[in-house]
Structures are given as C-alpha cells and as structure tokens.
C-alpha cells in the first residue's frame, strides 16, 4: 500500500513521482545513492531551515516502490532499500509523523518487532496522541501475547507484554472513543489480566455502539461467566431478540444452561443453533450430550446417528452411541460399536476407556485388565515425567485396572497397581492410598489397612484426608477413643472444619451414636456453603435417619439430595434400596436403582440393591441374574450372599441356599461390627439352620423311598 496518501500535504507533482520510477527502473539502488546526495534548492520563508519537503517526499516515493519491488520479486534486499529510504526522507523531514509511522509500520510487516516498537516510541515522544503509533504498539504486543512471549521489552521502560498491550488500548479508546473493535480488544485483554469489572466496562461501552453485535454480547456473556455469574450471562444472550440471535449466541446460551443444570434449556438453545448451523459438529455434539444428561436417549442416538454421517472420521459420535447402548443395558451392541471407533482411532483414550468398561460389565475381566493394561502402558513415559493432564489420565486408567484386579479378588495384583498411583504422587497418591486401604477391608485383611493408612499419613502428614481416612480405620477396628480423637484434632475452628464434621458424623452414625452424629452434622451445616458438599451432607443426614429406623425423615433427606443432582447414582441406590428392604414403592425403588445401576453397570452394591427389588417384587429370574452378578463381584459381602441365599430358598433351590448362607455367615464373623446392624448375624444363622433342618428331611425321606424334587 502506497505511504503517499499518509502525507498532510497535497500529493507529489507527477514530476517527482516519474523521475522516481525512472530511477529506480534505469540505475537500481545505486542509482538512488547518487540521486539521494544531490542537494536540494531551499526552503521556503516560512518552513523550518532544516526540512526539505520535496526531498522527503521524493524519497517517501522510492520507499514505497522499493517496497512494492521486494513484494513482487521476494527479494529481501529491496526491503532494505525501502527502510534506508525512509530514513533519507527522515533526515529531510525529521519531525514527520506519517514517515516515523510508515518506517515503523515496515519494520512491523517485515519482522523486526523491536525496530518497529522503537520507531513508534520515538514517534510518540514528538506526537505523543498519534493513534497510529499505539495501535502499531498495540499490534505489535498482541502479536507477542499470541506468540506466549510475556516479558519486558528492551525498549520498553517497564511492564509485561500483557500490561503494555493494555496501556496503549486505553490510550487507543481515549483518543477514538467510537471504535467499537478497540473497546472489544482492551475487554478482552482485561479479561486475560482477570480484571473483570475493567472488562464489563470495556464491552458495555462497546454495546452502547453497537447493541447487538455478535462479539460484544459473547464477550460480555463470557465476563459473566468467567466470574461464575452464569444467571447474567444467560441474560445478556437473552436480551437479544431470538429473531435476531446468531447460532454462536445459541451454542454459548446453550452452554451456560447446561452449567446452570437446566437441560431443558439447554437442549432448545442448542436446537435453535443447529438450525441456523446445519452440520455443524460442535453444536450436534453439545446438542447430543445435553441430551444424554436429560435421559432422552432415543433422541440423543437420532442425534448422534447423524453425527457420525456428517463427521465419520471422527469416533467421537460411535464413542456416545456405545454410552447410550450401554445405558439401554445393550453391552453386547455397545461393545461392538465401541470396537468401531477404537478403530477409527486406536490411540482415543476414551474409546480404550470405555472398551476396558463393557469388558468388565460383561464380566470379560481378563480381557478388560489386558485393555486397561494397554492403556496404562500407552500413557506411560519412561522416565516418569507426566503434565497434569498426562498425570490425571494415567491415574484413571491404573485406577481402573485395580478395580477389575480388585473384582476377581486378585488382591495382590490390585495393591501393585494402585501402588504406581502412589508412587505418581499428589492426587494420584492420595487416592492411591484410599483405594488400597478399601482393597484390604473387602479382603478382610484390616491389620494392613490400618498399616497402610499409617503409612499415608507418615508420607503426607498435612493431608487431612488421610488423616481421617486412619481414623476411620481404626473406630472400624474397634480402636474407638483413638480414631475419635485423631479426627476431631484436626478442628480448629475454619471452614476445614466441615469435612471433618461430615467425618465425625459418619463415624458416630457407624458406631450406633446417633445423637453424637447428629451434633457433629449439624455443626458441619453453617460451614457447608458448595453445591457437592450440601449434596454429600444431606446423603449423610439420610443414612443417620434411616439407621434410626426414621424412614419417612431419611426419605426427605434423600430427595432434597436428587432435588440438586437427579443423577447421584449414591443416593438413588441408598433411597431405592430403602424401599425395597421396608417393602415400600417398588415400582419407584426399581426405577431409582435401575438409575444407578446405568451409571455404574459394574458396581456389586447397585447389582445386589437392583437384584433385591427384583425379589420383592417377585422377579426371581431378574432377580437371580443381577444377584449372581453382585455376589461375583463383591465375593467378601456378607449381605449380598444373604440375598442370594434368599432367593435360592424362595425359587425351592436349598442347598443352594445353605451355600450362600454359610459364606454369608463366615463373611459376617469376619466384618466390622460398624458394618452390621444387631441382628444381621443371628438372622442368617437362623435361617441356615432352618436350611439344614429341611435338607436333613429331605435326605431321610429319599432314604425311606421317597423322591425328593431335585435342585
């Protein structure tokens, strides 16, 4: 682009600008040094002695034919011609701001960053308000911004890159405060610096120009979000007519519905962006998990059907098509399909994860520790060094592969796994040690984890968490005074109280001490203010009042809980699994569990629990195959092999029955007393000795000639 028309005076006489073109077409640079040296006739009276205006002008020309030389042939040479012609034009017109504007401006377009930023510097020493110079500074920190550099210029007296950026933006917006594209560019610069209500300001004004721009409601919108205020953020999108809304505008103001849990919203938001933007993949995709997350998965699958036709590269649509399988109880058809997109791409973690998942539903559980095992290995680095989100998925896939060693009761291989979790550090050790010390009570093996608990809290001795986790152990073991006093030496009068109230409160629940734990709840109310914790809260609350036999009293507990997350498999199990056992609601204790169950297909409790409805209701088969299901999975629960034993007994089969009843009696000799309520082991024994009296008739009368029904 010529520099010409950057000039306040008129433009050059033709006469110039040919001799010029003749110039540089006849004698090259070297002709140009030779013309450059003549001297100049002049000034006029009134012009200061030391600018010559014609010989500034003249070589303000050959710059910019220089210029445009270097961009038709690409020859970088001709670059520098253009910059030392500007600087002659300087030497005649040394106080021109369009030519310190034009030289700095090349410099920018031709990578020298730092000769540009002080040719603009220097420029706003004589003109401290010329825009051009900010933006051009503006420019050039933006560029470094987006180039991740963040340190202080050499020609800069002070700051950081993100700092400086926005000193010359807020000088660009007092000197036009009309651009709307400037305000836009300082709000989000604001927002980089997490100055938010700077931000606001910015982009408010910005709407003041221009209500209804796209960028400017998304950008305000994202303000809002940023600073968790998602109801204003919904209304800013609101605000612009629905008519008149972008699919950008719907897709965010679909997004800020699913962060404020209101799917409904969410879904039309989405619906209205798909139409304006048919096929577009971000938009199907959010639009496919809004609906997964209101349980409309026929309309989730039609969805994601047409994604995988609009993107089939993509494994993406095959990954959630096998989640709605899974959930609809077709493991088989999700396990196929799962399959399909590990083809697609073998090395999708969330293909491998969710392949591991349905091998092990389906009880495939070599077959499942072999994927798992791959997973762990492919996100593995030799020498131990993992980013946080490297960290984080290898700990997923470790912890996965514990919990089918876990399942088979391969004791051994799942501590071995959860000891490289241990070893990783952080989080992932904290959760290791959890998940170990769970593997020794399943296995009964409650002097190792106590040792292991010790061990935690001597490698992490601030980690409440494990501190708490030892006291738990140790009430559990009977070691009562000490656990009790280890937890409640952690208060000190802070919002770090409240975990362990709801810890205190656990215990004494588990130690029959109602009225201790329901002190210890309620002190942990005032202190629990996130939306988890009141959720975690009333769980607690519910299972104090359903151990005190208050039924009606944990039912409103338990409903306030799936009031906040309709989805907490935790709370539907306990609340379903409540109904059944007093006999109450089966039809809505089936649905509650069934609930769970499709979230966590492989959890013996939720099989056992959903099993237990079944035989209420007097769904043997049904009941049976979830039963079995839940005894193979959790081999050391006693009450698991009670029901099964039940069902045995129910459906004629005895000796069946004995069996269990006989492992659940063992199981119950071995388990903690705060893991029973008085009476659990009588009951079984009762009913095993009731078993062994029928069987012992039913050999007498096989041995008189009878014929006894065989099982």
């Known amino acids: 682009m010529s520099r010409l028309n950057m000039m306040n005076q008129n433009r050059m006489p033709l006469l110039w600008l040919s001799l010029a073109t003749a110039v540089m077409t006849v004698s090259g640079s070297s002709a140009l040094a030779q013309n450059s040296a003549k001297p100049e006739s002049a000034p006029p009276a009134n012009q200061d002695a030391s600018v010559n205006r014609a010989q500034a002008y003249y070589h303000a020309a050959l710059a910019d034919l220089y210029e445009e030389q270097a961009i038709n042939s690409g020859k970088p040479e001709f670059v520098q011609h253009a910059i030392d012609e500007y600087k002659y034009a300087l030497n005649a017109d040394p106080t021109s701001a369009e030519l310190h504007g034009g030289l700095a401006d090349l410099y920018f377009r031709t990578g020298r960053v730092r000769d540009a930023e002080a040719t603009a510097r220097e420029l706003l020493k004589s003109h401290p308000d010329d825009v051009n110079a900010h933006k051009l500074l503006g420019r050039i920190y933006l560029r470094q911004l987006g180039e991740q550099q963040n340190s202080v210029s050499s020609t800069s007296p002070s700051g950081n890159t993100l700092d400086q950026a926005i000193a010359e933006y807020e000088k660009i917006v007092a000197l036009q405060p009309k651009s709307v594209e400037d305000h836009m560019v300082l709000g989000q610069l604001y927002t980089v610096k997490h100055q938010s209500a700077k931000a606001e300001q910015q982009f408010k004004l910005a709407q003041d120009i221009e209500p209804e721009s796209e960028e400017v409601v998304l950008n305000l919108a994202r303000v809002y979000a940023e600073a968790n205020d998602l109801e204003h953020a919904a209304k800013v999108i609101e605000a612009v007519p629905e008519a008149d809304r972008s699919g950008r505008m719907e897709f965010t103001l679909g997004a800020t519905y699913d962060q404020m849990k209101r799917p409904k919203d969410a879904i039309a938001a989405y619906k209205r962006a798909a139409d304006l933007q048919p096929g577009d993949v971000p938009t199907m995709n959010a639009l496919g998990q809004a609906l997964l997350n209101d349980g409309q998965l026929d309309a989730a699958l039609k969805n994601y059907k047409s994604l995988a036709q609009v993107d089939p590269d993509d494994p993406g649509a095959l990954i959630r098509i096998a989640e709605i399988e899974r959930r609809e109880g077709k493991y088989e058809d999700a396990l196929t399909t799962i399959r399909k997109a590990r083809k697609k791409d073998p090395e999708n973690l969330e293909a491998g994860y969710n392949e591991g998942l349905l091998l092990d539903v389906l009880g495939h559980y070599d077959e499942a520790a072999a994927t798992y095992d791959k997973m762990v290995d492919q996100v593995s680095h030799a020498n131990g060094a993992y980013t946080a989100e490297e960290k984080n998925n290898r700990s997923i896939f470790l912890e996965r592969l514990g919990a089918v060693y876990h399942e088979q009761n391969k004791v051994d291989e799942a501590i071995a796994t959860y000891q490289k979790m241990i070893e990783m550090g952080g989080e992932s050790a904290t959760r290791g040690y959890q998940l170990e010390v769970d593997t020794y009570?399943?296995?009964?093996?409650?002097?190792?984890?106590?040792?292991?608990?010790?061990?935690?809290?001597?490698?992490?001795?601030?980690?409440?968490?494990?501190?708490?986790?030892?006291?738990?152990?140790?009430?559990?073991?009977?070691?009562?005074?000490?656990?009790?006093?280890?937890?409640?030496?952690?208060?000190?009068?802070?919002?770090?109280?409240?975990?362990?109230?709801?810890?205190?409160?656990?215990?004494?629940?588990?130690?029959?001490?109602?009225?201790?734990?329901?002190?210890?709840?309620?002190?942990?109310?005032?202190?629990?203010?996130?939306?988890?914790?009141?959720?975690?809260?009333?769980?607690?609350?519910?299972?104090?009042?359903?151990?005190?036999?208050?039924?009606?009293?944990?039912?409103?507990?338990?409903?306030?809980?799936?009031?906040?997350?309709?989805?907490?498999?935790?709370?539907?199990?306990?609340?379903?699994?409540?109904?059944?056992?007093?006999?109450?609601?089966?039809?809505?204790?089936?649905?509650?569990?069934?609930?769970?169950?499709?979230?966590?297909?492989?959890?013996?409790?939720?099989?056992?629990?959903?099993?237990?409805?079944?035989?209420?209701?007097?769904?043997?088969?049904?009941?049976?195959?979830?039963?079995?299901?839940?005894?193979?999975?959790?081999?050391?629960?006693?009450?698991?092999?009670?029901?099964?034993?039940?069902?045995?007994?129910?459906?004629?089969?005895?000796?069946?029955?004995?069996?269990?009843?006989?492992?659940?009696?063992?199981?119950?000799?071995?388990?903690?007393?705060?893991?029973?309520?008085?009476?659990?082991?009588?009951?079984?024994?009762?009913?095993?000795?009731?078993?062994?009296?029928?069987?012992?008739?039913?050999?007498?009368?096989?041995?008189?000639?009878?014929?006894?029904?065989?099982?």
């Open 441 to 711: 009570n399943d296995a009964r093996q409650f002097e190792k984890a106590v040792e292991v608990s010790r061990k935690a809290v001597a490698a992490t001795p601030s980690d409440r968490d494990l501190k708490l986790m030892l006291a738990g152990e140790l009430v559990d073991q009977g070691k009562t005074d000490e656990g009790l006093n280890m937890a409640k030496a952690l208060l000190d009068n802070s919002d770090k109280d409240r975990p362990v109230y709801f810890a205190l409160g656990n215990m004494y629940t588990r130690l029959r001490r109602f009225k201790e734990a329901e002190d210890a709840l309620g002190k942990a109310t005032p202190l629990t203010t996130k939306k988890e914790d009141k959720l975690y809260l009333l769980f607690l609350k519910g299972a104090l009042a359903d151990r005190q036999k208050k039924t009606d009293q944990a039912e409103t507990f338990f409903r306030q809980a799936l009031d906040m997350d309709p989805n907490n498999a935790m709370t539907l199990n306990y609340l379903g699994y409540m109904f059944a056992d007093k006999g109450l609601r089966l039809p809505e204790a089936l649905k509650l569990v069934r609930k769970a169950v499709e979230q966590e297909p492989m959890n013996g409790a939720y099989l056992d629990s959903l099993g237990w409805v079944y035989f209420k209701m007097g769904e043997y088969e049904m009941a049976e195959e979830n039963l079995r299901q839940a005894v193979e999975r959790d081999q050391t629960d006693p009450t698991v092999h009670d029901h099964l034993g039940d069902l045995y007994e129910k459906t004629g089969r005895i000796r069946l029955a004995a069996a269990q009843w006989e492992i659940s009696l063992s199981e119950f000799q071995k388990t903690p007393s705060t893991d029973m309520e008085p009476g659990d082991l009588a009951k079984v024994q009762h009913k095993l000795e009731g078993a062994h009296v029928r069987l012992a008739k039913q050999e007498n009368a096989a041995g008189n000639g009878s014929v006894s029904k065989p099982e």
